[in-house]
């Protein structure tokens, strides 16, 4: 099972918008493309996930490449409980395949 | 319903004991799986059930380790003979077979083992 590619890490300001890169070169047509994240001394919890369109919820926004090879999840106003590790995660079947994720680091 | 829930949180042992974990899923999740995490790594898919059927096991889940899930509600993930390297977190999550959720895994807190 092919992993994704991200970050190691991130920074940003609060109130700013944050675009967390993930790159997915091998994906295949009927691969959705999951995000999670994780808190501190927590589960991974659901963010958004998405096949071809861009997608929108009240978390994050989710931009996929015209080609599928790449795609960003957009925090659109970053707050410090948005401090976690980012999974970009491909799902073919039912397990969810977890890289390292990008760990985003939020500044007051 | 409060979520998925996992007992013990935290499981000390000594090598060569047994050990055992129970998840609780969300209520009329039909599918339960298991994960394993060990520090500064993402999650390693262990095992999932659709209600008490076992349909998939990671190649990690070695002959120690054996899930059960009797009658498609609670599960359990048994580890015998414990090592060292058996020490991580172990993450259940449930989902939904349809609905609006059905995309979603929903993940409990996780139990924390450590073999000494």
């Known amino acids: 099972d092919a992993k994704t590619t991200q970050p190691n890490s991130m920074e940003s300001n609060e109130e700013e918008p944050v675009h967390l890169p993930c790159n997915h070169s091998?994906?295949?047509?009927?691969?959705?493309i999951h995000w999670y994240r994780q808190l501190p001394s927590q589960g991974p919890e659901y963010v958004i996930h998405g096949l071809t369109s861009n997608v929108n919820n009240r978390m994050a926004s989710l931009a996929i490449a015209e080609d599928r090879k790449s795609s960003t999840l957009i925090l659109h106003r970053a707050t410090l409980r948005d401090a976690a590790v980012y999974y970009c995660i491909r799902k073919g079947a039912q397990k969810l395949v977890f890289g390292q994720g990008t760990r985003l680091t939020i500044n007051p | 319903d409060t979520g998925v829930s996992q007992n013990p949180r935290h499981k000390i042992t000594k090598r060569g004991q047994n050990v055992t974990f129970r998840c609780d899923p969300i209520?009329?999740?039909?599918?339960l799986y298991w994960y394993r995490q060990t520090l500064g790594q993402g999650p390693e898919f262990l095992t999932y059930?659709?209600?008490?059927?076992?349909?998939?096991k990671s190649r990690l889940l070695s002959d120690r380790f054996s899930a059960e899930r009797p009658k498609g509600s609670f599960s359990t993930l048994e580890i015998q003979r414990t090592e060292q390297g058996d020490s991580a977190m172990y993450l259940c999550?449930?989902?939904?077979?349809?609905?609006?959720?059905?995309?979603?895994?929903?993940f409990g807190p996780g139990t924390r083992l450590t073999v000494l």
């Open positions: 999550a449930s989902s939904p077979l349809s609905g609006s959720s059905y995309n979603e895994q929903f």
């Open positions: 091998t994906i295949s047509g009927t691969d959705y």
């Open positions: 209520s009329e999740h039909n599918r």
């Open positions: 059930f659709q209600n008490e059927a076992q349909l998939e």
